[in-house]
């Protein structure tokens, strides 16, 4: 059974004092008790915090500290910054901008006072973590330090206000408990889902021309792709798209009133419209971006008091020339196809998230960040980007980018979600923190006596992407990092740290839990990694075994995916099992080498692996070989001769990967390599397959006493139309080729 451990440390010791140099004491509870009330004007903000405030300091103290809107006595006055100003005609340099906070300590009063926005709860949070030591590292891991005697310094003068105002971090931690008011994110509790300004999320434009009732009657609305119109994208220069589309985000807009801001941008894939009009606009504009541009200004125009947002995200995130975004419109920069085991400011070159941001910032200061945390086909995988994150988040700062959404895994399961979390939460509040003692504040607190291994765990990882030359994309595969990061030797490493973590903590169930959640992503590795390289059998016990402690771990803390797409983890399990069971293989080819003779200028440098005894299964990788000619002619030479009974080959069909199974298999025999005889064809009797990853061998039975040196095999590709616009080549990935 899931079993959740809320956590709640209290501090036995003299009152907490926390007090500038020669500063004199402020007591607020003495034994328990307080001569001071919470003053507020009744502003429901004002009351909110009110609230916090007041049953934070209970919980800390055992004092009551009375809400009020009459002064008498001591009093801790929450309020915005309006009402703030009007008591005290504070000077501006007081007063916090927006989503800002002022802490002011005048006389015997305190003056906690809120920004626009979430100014007033990030105030009192704010004086809660830095006057009185509190943290909320996660929803189930809370620092409250009990004092009954409570006290500050008496010449406290606190203004901070956050360069980034919109603060959304997509990862499960935040979406929980009270997560996202203590550490002043955007993100609203148990709702995981589109940002709450937003009236309209991304990827939207046929939503605003929907195909389903336009395209037959009118296919010009929407991308010209090879000489066809498709359903890809919109055509962003017709006249009648923009009248639509206006009608259309109209309607949006009066559903959904409270919302401020509306995404009307391209959709998830590369089929962007290559009609005379819209090339001769990108040649204008001097990108795609500027054809999207165009089109937007004009349906911002219609609606001046909302903010119109667009991505520049692949093919459109390089700026235009001669065109700026208007004043009300939003640009939504995606930091997509980047290697995140670097900062993005190590790379500047033409075409890098530094040059094409700091070509957007030159036209405008209304850029809306997103950035990816996570390897999305592959959740659990270990993703050390831990030394990037502060420089990246200073990054924006430094180019006054106001918004950010910062998009890891919102549900449970990934690569330490609860470290990431906390660390982006507080770079995004302020991004010059000291970002070495923040995570190891958080390891200790979280992970208790297995700390000082968890630590060591995340500074190798770290480590090894700072000093060798490594690739981190969010769509690698376990097999990718085989001989950098990941590789056997270093997994080694990262195991015995493990190890060491569990003895630490097997004392404590709520410590050893949590180490063993954060070991699933080197179980992961190995299982979908290092294990597809191993041709011992002995071994096999030992991968299964992991299996099960993967499967456990993940079932008690609510992982159900391993994958951003369909794959759930119950699937994933089941594979495993039937993989590691079957996943070796006798082959009388295995000393084998191959050469591709048609086309004879075709090569390809993994071919080894068709021959290694040890079969791919369903994850895209090197195991498999990507032929991506029409047709191609393969010829095996098994270095001598050899009598068998069949040959087979094993292909992947995944349409989202534009990986089809061919047409058929062909094999031929040779005793010298040159001449060869037809022995058999094995064909495609898959049809209609659908859209659904599936493995597929095809089996050429040879006829009696067959006996060659070479085999040449043969296999065309199966045409299928270019539907979804993207730059992807059609696959025909093959692995284990076996004679038997």
Same mark, same amino acid.
């Given at each position: 059974?899931?079993?959740?451990?809320?956590?709640?440390?209290?501090?036995?010791?003299?009152?907490?004092?926390?007090?500038?140099?020669?500063?004199?004491?402020?007591?607020?509870?003495?034994?328990?008790?307080?001569?001071?009330?919470i003053?507020?004007?009744?502003?429901?903000?004002?009351?909110?915090?009110?609230?916090?405030?007041?049953?934070?300091?209970?919980?800390?103290s055992?004092a009551?500290?009375?809400?009020?809107?009459?002064?008498?006595?001591?009093?801790?006055?929450?309020?915005?910054?309006?009402?703030?100003?009007?008591?005290?005609?504070?000077?501006?340099?007081?007063?916090?901008g927006?989503?800002?906070?002022?802490?002011?300590?005048?006389?015997?009063?305190?003056?906690?006072?809120? @920004?626009?926005?979430?100014?007033?709860k990030?105030?009192?949070?704010?004086?809660?973590?830095?006057?009185?030591?509190?943290?909320?590292f996660? /929803?189930?891991?809370?620092?409250?330090?009990?004092?009954?005697?409570? $006290?500050?310094?008496?010449?406290?003068?606190?203004?901070?206000?956050?360069?980034?105002k919109?603060?959304?971090?997509?990862?499960?931690?935040?979406?929980k408990?009270?997560?996202a008011?203590?550490?002043?994110?955007?993100?609203?509790?148990?709702?995981?889902?589109?940002?709450?300004?937003?009236?309209?999320?991304?990827?939207?434009?046929?939503?605003?021309?929907?195909?389903?009732?336009?395209?037959?009657?009118?296919?010009?609305?929407?991308?010209?792709?090879?000489? =066809?119109?498709?359903?890809?994208?919109?055509?962003?220069?017709?006249?009648?798209?923009?009248?639509?589309?206006?009608?259309?985000?109209?309607?949006?807009i009066?559903?959904?009133?409270q919302?401020?801001?509306?995404?009307?941008?391209?959709?998830?894939?590369?089929?962007?419209?290559?009609?005379?009009?819209?090339?001769?606009?990108?040649?204008?504009?001097?990108?795609?971006?500027?054809?999207?541009?165009?089109?937007?200004?004009?349906?911002?125009? /219609?609606?001046?008091?909302?903010?119109?947002?667009?991505?520049?995200?692949?093919?459109?995130?390089? !700026?235009?020339?001669?065109?700026?975004?208007?004043?009300?419109v939003?640009?939504?920069?995606?930091?997509?196809?980047?290697?995140?085991?670097?900062?993005?400011?190590?790379e500047?070159? $033409?075409?890098?998230?530094?040059?094409?941001?700091?070509?957007?910032?030159?036209?405008?200061?209304?850029?809306?960040?997103?950035?990816?945390?996570?390897d999305?086909?592959?959740?659990?995988?270990?993703?050390?980007?831990?030394?990037?994150?502060?420089?990246?988040?200073?990054?924006?700062?430094?180019?006054?980018?106001?918004?950010?959404?910062?998009? @890891?895994?919102?549900?449970?399961?990934?690569?330490?979600?609860?470290?990431?979390?906390?660390?982006?939460?507080?770079?995004?509040?302020?991004?010059?923190?000291?970002?070495?003692?923040?995570?190891?504040?958080?390891?200790?607190?979280?992970?208790?006596?297995? /700390?000082?291994?968890?630590?060591?765990?995340?500074?190798?990882?770290?480590?090894?992407?700072?000093?060798?030359?490594?690739?981190l994309?969010?769509?690698?595969?376990?097999?990718?990092?085989?001989?950098?990061?990941?590789?056997?030797e270093?997994?080694?490493?990262?195991?015995?740290?493990?190890?060491?973590?569990?003895?630490? !903590?097997?004392?404590?169930?709520?410590?050893?839990?949590?180490?063993?959640?954060?070991?699933?992503?080197?179980?992961?590795?190995?299982?979908?990694?290092?294990?597809?390289?191993?041709?011992?059998?002995?071994n096999?016990s030992l991968?299964?075994?992991?299996?099960?402690?993967?499967?456990?771990?993940?079932?008690?803390?609510?992982?159900?995916?391993?994958?951003?797409?369909?794959?759930?983890? =119950?699937?994933?399990?089941?594979?495993?099992?039937?993989y590691?069971?079957?996943?070796?293989?006798?082959?009388l080819?295995?000393?084998?080498?191959?050469?591709?003779t048609?086309?004879? $200028?075709?090569?390809?440098?993994?071919?080894?692996?068709?021959?290694?005894?040890?079969?791919?299964?369903?994850?895209?990788?090197?195991?498999?070989?990507?032929?991506?000619?029409?047709?191609?002619?393969?010829?095996?030479?098994?270095?001598?001769?050899?009598?068998?009974?069949?040959?087979?080959?094993?292909?992947?069909?995944?349409?989202?990967?534009?990986?089809?199974?061919?047409?058929?298999?062909?094999?031929?025999?040779?005793?010298?390599? =040159?001449?060869?005889?037809?022995? @058999?064809?094995?064909?495609?009797?898959? !049809?209609g397959?659908?859209?659904?990853?599936?493995?597929?061998?095809?089996?050429?039975?040879?006829?009696?006493?067959?006996?060659?040196?070479?085999?040449?095999?043969?296999?065309?590709?199966?045409?299928?139309?270019n539907?979804t616009?993207?730059?992807?080549?059609?696959?025909?990935?093959?692995?284990?080729?076996?004679?038997?």
């Amino acid at each position: 059974m899931k079993q959740q451990f809320t956590i709640i440390i209290f501090l036995l010791a003299n009152a907490l004092t926390l007090q500038s140099c020669n500063a004199q004491k402020l007591v607020l509870a003495s034994n328990g008790n307080t001569d001071y009330s919470i003053v507020t004007t009744g502003d429901p903000k004002e009351n909110a915090g009110a609230t916090i405030l007041s049953e934070n300091l209970k919980k800390i103290s055992g004092a009551d500290f009375n809400i009020t809107q009459n002064e008498n006595g001591n009093s801790i006055f929450v309020l915005s910054a309006a009402a703030a100003q009007k008591k005290l005609s504070l000077p501006a340099s007081a007063l916090p901008g927006e989503e800002g906070v002022s802490i002011q300590v005048t006389g015997k009063n305190i003056f906690i006072i809120g @920004g626009t926005g979430n100014g007033i709860k990030n105030a009192v949070y704010e004086f809660l973590e830095k006057y009185l030591g509190c943290r909320y590292f996660t /929803a189930d891991a809370v620092f409250l330090p009990q004092n009954k005697n409570i $006290s500050i310094a008496d010449n406290i003068h606190y203004v901070y206000t956050p360069v980034i105002k919109y603060r959304y971090v997509f990862f499960g931690p935040a979406f929980k408990g009270d997560y996202a008011g203590w550490n002043k994110l955007q993100n609203v509790s148990g709702m995981v889902k589109t940002p709450p300004v937003f009236g309209l999320w991304v990827h939207s434009m046929l939503s605003l021309v929907p195909p389903q009732k336009y395209f037959a009657t009118h296919p010009e609305y929407y991308a010209l792709r090879n000489g =066809k119109r498709t359903k890809t994208q919109l055509d962003l220069t017709n006249p009648d798209v923009l009248r639509i589309a206006k009608q259309s985000l109209d309607s949006i807009i009066r559903k959904n009133p409270q919302a401020t801001i509306f995404s009307v941008s391209q959709m998830d894939n590369n089929g962007y419209c290559e009609c005379d009009n819209c090339k001769r606009k990108a040649a204008e504009t001097g990108s795609q971006s500027g054809v999207i541009i165009n089109f937007v200004n004009q349906l911002a125009a /219609a609606f001046p008091d909302k903010i119109i947002s667009t991505l520049a995200y692949n093919y459109s995130r390089s !700026a235009p020339t001669n065109i700026q975004p208007a004043k009300n419109v939003n640009i939504m920069f995606c930091a997509s196809g980047a290697n995140h085991s670097m900062p993005y400011n190590a790379e500047k070159t $033409s075409g890098s998230v530094y040059s094409d941001l700091n070509a957007w910032s030159k036209l405008t200061n209304n850029i809306f960040f997103w950035d990816y945390l996570v390897d999305f086909r592959h959740l659990f995988l270990p993703f050390p980007n831990y030394h990037a994150l502060q420089p990246n988040i200073q990054l924006l700062a430094s180019n006054k980018v106001y918004y950010t959404f910062q998009q @890891g895994w919102a549900y449970n399961g990934s690569d330490m979600p609860e470290l990431k979390t906390y660390l982006l939460s507080q770079l995004l509040w302020n991004p010059d923190i000291d970002i070495k003692s923040t995570q190891n504040e958080f390891i200790n607190f979280y992970y208790g006596d297995a /700390a000082p291994y968890i630590s060591k765990y995340v500074n190798a990882l770290t480590a090894y992407v700072q000093t060798h030359t490594v690739q981190l994309k969010t769509g690698d595969a376990p097999l990718d990092h085989v001989n950098d990061y990941l590789s056997p030797e270093q997994l080694k490493i990262y195991q015995q740290y493990f190890a060491d973590a569990k003895n630490a !903590a097997a004392g404590n169930e709520v410590y050893l839990l949590r180490v063993q959640k954060a070991e699933q992503s080197i179980r992961y590795a190995i299982l979908d990694g290092i294990s597809k390289t191993d041709t011992s059998a002995a071994n096999i016990s030992l991968y299964k075994n992991m299996l099960g402690e993967f499967k456990n771990v993940a079932g008690t803390t609510g992982a159900d995916r391993v994958s951003e797409g369909d794959f759930p983890l =119950k699937d994933f399990v089941t594979d495993q099992v039937n993989y590691q069971d079957n996943k070796l293989v006798r082959n009388l080819a295995s000393r084998a080498t191959a050469v591709i003779t048609n086309p004879a $200028s075709y090569k390809l440098s993994n071919l080894n692996t068709l021959f290694d005894k040890v079969k791919a299964n369903k994850t895209i990788d090197e195991k498999w070989v990507a032929f991506q000619e029409k047709t191609v002619e393969l010829v095996i030479d098994l270095k001598k001769e050899i009598k068998f009974d069949s040959v087979t080959a094993t292909f992947m069909h995944n349409p989202a990967f534009k990986v089809q199974l061919p047409a058929y298999l062909k094999c031929a025999i040779s005793d010298d390599g =040159k001449n060869f005889k037809d022995i @058999g064809v094995a064909k495609n009797t898959w !049809a209609g397959l659908g859209v659904n990853e599936e493995l597929k061998t095809f089996t050429i039975h040879a006829p009696a006493q067959t006996g060659a040196r070479y085999l040449q095999l043969t296999f065309t590709m199966v045409n299928s139309p270019n539907i979804t616009g993207d730059d992807l080549p059609q696959s025909m990935l093959c692995d284990e080729i076996t004679v038997l």
